[in-house]
């Protein structure tokens, strides 16, 4: 399983998002990220979709959180960017070639397909459990205190 890029994106204009006062402009978190803006308005435009940020219209414009930091999972960011599929997809490999079981005799998933999902199930709890809340905190913990005072500072153009 790979995650595209947008997703590292998206996750990041989400904690950054925590500590802006006003709207930031797109243009504004492409430029702090040092990405292309036509690419992250396309990550941007897929969190409005899925209810995770708004945008304002306007000379004030820009795009906020919908809700608290601690409501937005990690997954909710993957889901919104890469979408819901999952990650592992049983085509039944065991019932083709020479010595194909037959359908009826396939009445569980295979062990393969039932790791995978397993996997697939451990993975997306995984990311459920962390909040961009909890990115933020550690974004404070590992970069210090003031990393994410100086962004909002710059956001906002001081």
Do not use: N
Request: glycine share 8%; net charge neutral.
């Amino acid at each position: 399983m790979k995650l595209s890029g947008g997703v590292e994106w998206a996750l990041h204009c989400c904690v950054v998002l925590t500590v802006a006062a006003e709207p930031v402009p797109a243009a504004r978190l492409a430029e702090l990220h040092d990405v292309s803006p036509t690419y992250l308005a396309k990550q941007l435009q897929a969190l409005s979709r899925a209810g995770l940020i708004r945008s304002a219209q306007g000379k004030a414009g820009g795009y906020t959180l919908t809700r608290a930091p601690a409501s937005i999972t990690v997954l909710d960011v993957v889901e919104a960017v890469d979408g819901t599929s999952a990650t592992f997809t049983c085509t039944e490999i065991r019932q083709r070639g020479p010595l194909a079981t037959p359908p009826e005799q396939c009445t569980a998933p295979c062990p393969i397909a039932r790791v995978m999902i397993e996997g697939d199930r451990a993975w997306r709890a995984s990311l459920r459990g962390v909040t961009i809340a909890d990115l933020a905190a550690d974004v404070a913990r590992t970069s210090g205190p003031e990393a994410l005072p100086r962004v909002a500072a710059w956001m906002a153009g001081e």
